[in-house]
């Protein structure tokens, strides 16, 4: 389908190697290959280009492309999602896939799995592996990762975000960013901003004080343009401030692009333009996904009717708007191209390979949490004799389909209980479904059907045969669960799960829950399990991952990214109501304002069921000693804080040192404490470590309204050390001044 034009390119090369006149041959041709001035060559194309081919740059050509420049060699522009893996071929012009055979892919954890290894490295490589796979798919736009903040547990799209901490989500959206582009592919960061719920999303305004967003909304965003130097971002479906926000003259004209100096692409979401006037002049570059009249049933080129098509260029040659807004661009978009596919020195990619399985691997195996593990339930070590019962839909049915756009087409997906069986051996591993999703909450509760019924006596049946019996549940990717377009309807587990749980551990206390969800979920069935391992969406290795957690050859050290609150109400976003969440008349104001996540059982003193940054270890850590380098610090210096952990338990593994700071006599209101750094050491049995954090001054600021910039309060903070956000070992005092 996409269009190679080899000879055209070698003349764009060539006319652009004539303008620089001063070297030698020689010495332009390796110029031409890898270190382009890019700029240069922007400005040798631009004038090349006929208005109506600019304008075709700025808009889609089909589903996941926009079209190129044949007769200069300017190579047309594919993406794909995102974020979790390389999706498969879609069609030309239909969302449906075009079933190809050979577009089967490794898939990588989900973004919350990923976020809960707390490991800045491991992003490294799983968007550099993640990269290669896009790479070799031909595509030159990744559209992930996703960093919106987890405000709220119902959000469908959690699964694909980092969390509900900006610095946890900045400090692992960088290195994730940078090895997708290390490809020659463009990471494409979305949703920004303040796609924060599913439910509504097209229409949905958001109302957030200026503080919440920029301490909290933005941040993720500005690390990926600031310390990522990421080439493109997508635009949001929802309103802000009555503007939509794909085209906001506040967030992309004014923060993105003129505060944070962009100089990549904006890139709508699929149909989340709306008017040709505000796309142009309010800093969007490409339009993606516009519904068209003719969309897909006539031959006529709908395409051309986007608002960023003619529409766009009838406004220019009237006047209405200035070729210069379109060269702008026409820039970025060339840019673009010359930082992938018209990268020449680019690698090739691959997909598929053991590295890749591997990765996939590690991430799931450092990202799952365990939660509670009473007796020592986990590990379970594999013994003749020994019976496990496997309970549970999700012990079987794939997580890599559905969910929306993030939905993947791997080349094998190992189930969780295909994972126990390949590496339990010796002992006998029987599974039962227990319960069918098939059904409404409704049914299941007012009208159990005799299928229902069955399941459950099976289940129970198999439990009573049972040594171990591990329940495989949660969540999973229909629409209403973890999927993307609209939100969940409850917070309990659904498919009656709670009483099946209650019935079986009657049946059999032995029991071991491995919950697999993207978001937070009630737990009224906590006192019937003894072990209960967070297990995400995993991807590809996911059954291998959950056997190597519970069978002990991976130590656990994953630690919870956002807030388990006991009950809804808990959480920050649903305590004020209908008007925080989800809005009323499409208008929802964000009353909790900074106090999102932790922040706000903190400061509210409400006891989550499992903390931010709490996960439990089959060792155990001392965090002892803390110090800071200096008790005073001027505004531009850097905290060294310093501790020790030792690992005082049996086993080898690896803890999360976490170091929160807070401000008790603040002029203005502050969360109790706000992570600002963290380190993941890994220890043997016995061993000792001196571990450094260090946090720039700069980064306790907060963001004044009245004075619309960052301000840093003098006088005293306090800094907490722990390995969790409501497991603190000590604190200290330090100032500045
Ligand atoms: C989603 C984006 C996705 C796009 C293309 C939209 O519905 O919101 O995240 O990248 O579709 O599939």
């Not at 987890?150 to 699964?159: A, H, M, V």
């Not at 979305?190 to 920029?214: G, I, P, T």
């Not at 680019?346 to 195996?365: I, S």
């Not at 949490?369 to 839909?393: C, R, Y």
Request: hydrophobic residues 35%; aromatic residues 10%; negative net charge.
């Amino acid at each position: 389908m996409r269009k190679i034009w080899k000879y055209s390119l070698v003349l764009v090369s060539a006319c652009l190697l004539n303008s620089c006149a001063s070297k030698t041959e020689k010495e332009m041709a390796s110029t031409s290959k890898i270190s382009v001035n890019i700029d240069a060559r922007i400005d040798s194309i631009l004038p090349l280009l006929t208005l109506e081919e600019k304008v075709d740059l700025c808009h889609a050509q089909s589903k996941f492309s926009t079209k190129g420049v044949e007769r200069l060699g300017i190579p047309e522009i594919w993406m794909s999602d995102g974020p979790h893996g390389v999706r498969a071929e879609i069609s030309w012009d239909s969302w449906d896939y075009a079933g190809w055979t050979n577009d089967s892919i490794t898939a990588f954890p989900a973004l919350t799995c990923l976020a809960a290894t707390f490991n800045p490295e491991l992003a490294g490589e799983y968007g550099f592996n993640l990269g290669e796979e896009a790479r070799y798919r031909e595509k030159d736009v990744l559209l992930g990762p996703g960093v919106n903040m987890y405000r709220t547990p119902f959000n469908g799209r959690n699964f694909e975000y980092m969390g509900e901490d900006p610095f946890l989500a900045s400090t692992m959206v960088v290195p994730y960013i940078k090895g997708v582009q290390e490809n020659g592919v463009a990471a494409c960061v979305k949703h920004f901003a303040l796609n924060n719920q599913e439910h509504w999303r097209d229409l949905v305004n958001v109302e957030v004080s200026d503080r919440a967003l920029h301490e909290i909304y933005l941040p993720a965003f500005k690390a990926a343009v600031q310390d990522a130097d990421v080439w493109a971002i997508m635009g949001a479906y929802n309103k802000f401030r009555g503007q939509y926000t794909t085209h906001h003259e506040l967030l992309t004209n004014k923060i993105l692009k003129g505060d944070w100096k962009f100089d990549g692409v904006v890139i709508s979401d699929w149909s989340s333009t709306h008017s040709t006037l505000e796309a142009a002049n309010n800093g969007l570059d490409i339009e993606m996904g516009t519904g068209t009249d003719g969309l897909g049933t006539t031959t006529a080129n709908h395409y051309q009717h986007y608002y960023l098509a003619n529409p766009f260029l009838e406004k220019i040659k009237s006047g209405a708007i200035s070729e210069a807004v379109l060269n702008d661009k026409v820039r970025r978009v060339l840019r673009l191209r010359l930082r992938t596919n018209m990268n020449e020195g680019r690698p090739l990619g691959r997909a598929n390979n053991v590295e890749h399985h591997e990765v996939a691997r590690k991430v799931a195996t450092e990202g799952i949490v365990l939660l509670k593990n009473e007796a020592n339930f986990f590990p379970i070590e594999d013994q003749s004799g020994l019976t496990i019962t496997v309970i549970g839909e999700n012990a079987t049915r794939s997580m890599t389909a559905g969910g929306g756009s993030s939905e993947l087409k791997p080349k094998f997906e190992i189930s969780p209980l295909e994972g126990i069986k390949a590496r339990y051996k010796k002992a006998k591993v029987l599974h039962t479904m227990g319960y069918e999703t098939g059904a409404s909450e409704y049914d299941i509760v007012h009208a159990p059907t005799l299928n229902q019924d069955s399941l459950k006596a099976e289940a129970i049946k198999l439990a009573k045969a049972a040594d171990v019996v591990l329940f495989v549940g949660g969540l999973n990717k229909s629409h209403l669960q973890d999927c993307e377009g609209d939100d969940r309807q409850q917070f309990g587990l659904p498919f009656g799960q709670e009483t099946l749980i209650d019935d079986i551990s009657k049946a059999n206390e032995n029991l071991g829950f491995i919950l697999l969800t993207g978001n937070a979920v009630a737990m009224p069935w906590l006192d019937k399990v003894k072990g209960l391992v967070e297990s995400w969406y995993l991807g590809s290795m996911a059954g291998h991952a959950i056997a190597d957690v519970i069978s002990g050859d991976v130590n656990p050290s994953g630690k919870l990214p956002f807030s388990f609150p006991k009950q809804l109400k808990d959480n920050g976003a649903h305590s004020f109501g209908e008007t925080s969440y989800p809005g009323v008349d499409m208008t929802q104001h964000y009353k909790e304002d900074i106090l999102v996540g932790y922040r706000w059982h903190d400061t509210k003193n409400i006891a989550p069921q499992y903390a931010f940054g709490y996960g439990l270890s089959y060792t155990s850590f001392e965090l002892k000693n803390m110090t800071s380098d200096k008790e005073n610090y001027s505004k531009d210096a850097n905290i060294k804080i310093n501790c020790t952990v030792s690992n005082t338990g049996d086993l080898a593994g690896a803890e999360v040192v976490q170091v929160y700071v807070g401000k008790k006599d603040s002029k203005v209101d502050r969360a109790l404490k706000e992570l600002k750094g963290f380190a993941k050491v890994s220890l043997n049995k016995g061993e000792r470590k001196s571990i450094d954090v260090e946090i720039p001054v700069s980064k306790l600021a907060f963001y004044n309204a009245d004075t619309a910039n960052w301000e840093i309060e003098t006088g005293d903070y306090e800094v907490y050390v722990g390995n969790a956000s409501n497991n603190i070992s000590e604190t200290l005092k330090i100032t500045i001044n």
